[in-house]
T-cell receptor
Framework: DTAVSQTPKYLVTQMGNDKSIKCEQN?????MYWYKQDSKKFLKIMFS???????INETVPNRFSPKSPDKAHLNLHINSLELGDSAVYFC???????????????FGSGTQLSVL | QKEVEQNSGPLSVPEGAIASLNCTYS??????FFWYRQYSGKSPELIMF????GDKEDGRFTAQLNKASQYVSLLIRDSQPSDSATYLC???????????FGSGTQLTVLP
C-alpha cells in the first residue's frame, strides 16, 4: 500500500488551462504539504495544512489553491497555467510530535507538470 | 542570501572512497538539520537528522553539525554506485518552524 499517493504522475497541458493534482495519505498523519521542485532541484514549500487547516501559505500566486476535504487528502488546483508553472510538484505528509516539529516528511512520487 | 546553501556539484568520487557533502545555513536560531536523498526521477527520502553539535553516525553515514560556524555536513564512507543521487540538506528555522531545503548536491560514485 502506497503511503502517500498523488495523481496524475504526468500532466501535460496548454497555457491558460486549469488543472488539479490530487494527494492522499494513509499514514494517519495530521499535516500535509505541497512542495514545488524546479529544474535545478530546488524544493520549495508552497502550502502546509494541519488537520484540514491552512498553516503555511508561502508567496505563491493566487492561481494556486489548495483544498483539504479531510486530513487524509490535500488537493492542488491551478488556474490559468503559465509556462513558469512547469515543475515537479510533491505532496508530503508528517506527524508532528507534541512540542516538536516533525522533520520526517513522507513524499508522494511527484507530478511532473509540463505547460506548453 | 539563500537560507540554506549547498554546492550543487556534481561531485564525483570513486567507489569505496569517502564522499563529503556540505551545507551552510543563515538562521543562527535553526534547531534541527536533515539530509534527504533523492534518486533521479524519485521523491526525496530522509536518511539522517541531527540536532546537537558534533557527529552522529548511522551505518556508512555520518552527519556533522557545527552551529557556531552554521554548517552541517554528511559523510558517506565506502561509497557505492547505489549512493549516486542528489542529497538535499534541510533546516528547521523561522517562527513558523518550517523545513527549508537547499538546492541539493548531485553525487556520482564511479565504479
Amino acid at each position: 500500500d502506497t503511503a502517500v499517493s498523488q495523481t496524475p504522475k504526468y500532466l501535460v497541458t496548454q497555457m491558460g488551462n486549469d488543472k488539479s493534482i490530487k494527494c492522499e495519505q494513509n499514514l494517519g498523519h495530521d499535516t500535509m504539504y505541497w512542495y514545488k521542485q524546479d529544474s535545478k532541484k530546488f524544493l520549495k514549500i508552497m502550502f502546509s495544512y494541519n488537520n484540514k487547516e491552512l498553516i503555511i501559505n508561502e508567496t505563491v500566486p493566487n492561481r494556486f489553491s489548495p483544498k483539504s476535504p479531510d486530513k487524509a487528502h490535500l488537493n492542488l488546483h491551478i488556474n490559468s497555467l503559465e509556462l513558469g508553472d512547469s515543475a515537479v510538484y510533491f505532496c508530503a505528509s508528517s506527524q508532528p510530535a507534541w512540542g516538536a516539529v516533525s522533520e520526517k516528511l513522507f513524499f508522494g512520487s511527484g507530478t511532473q507538470l509540463s505547460v506548453l | 542570501q539563500k537560507e540554506v546553501e549547498q554546492n550543487s556539484g556534481p561531485l564525483s568520487v570513486p567507489e569505496g572512497a569517502i564522499a563529503s557533502l556540505n551545507c551552510t545555513y543563515s538562521d543562527r536560531g535553526s534547531q534541527s538539520f536533515f539530509w534527504y536523498r533523492q534518486y533521479s526521477g524519485k521523491s526525496p527520502e530522509l536518511i539522517m537528522f541531527i540536532y546537537s553539535n558534533g557527529d552522529k553516525e548511522d551505518g556508512r553515514f555520518t552527519a556533522q553539525l557545527n552551529k557556531a560556524s552554521q554548517y552541517v555536513s554528511l559523510l558517506i564512507r565506502d561509497s557505492q554506485p547505489s549512493d549516486s543521487a542528489t542529497y538535499l540538506c534541510a533546516v528547521v528555522s523561522g517562527s513558523a518552524r518550517q523545513l527549508t531545503f537547499g538546492s541539493g548536491t548531485q553525487l556520482t560514485v564511479l565504479p
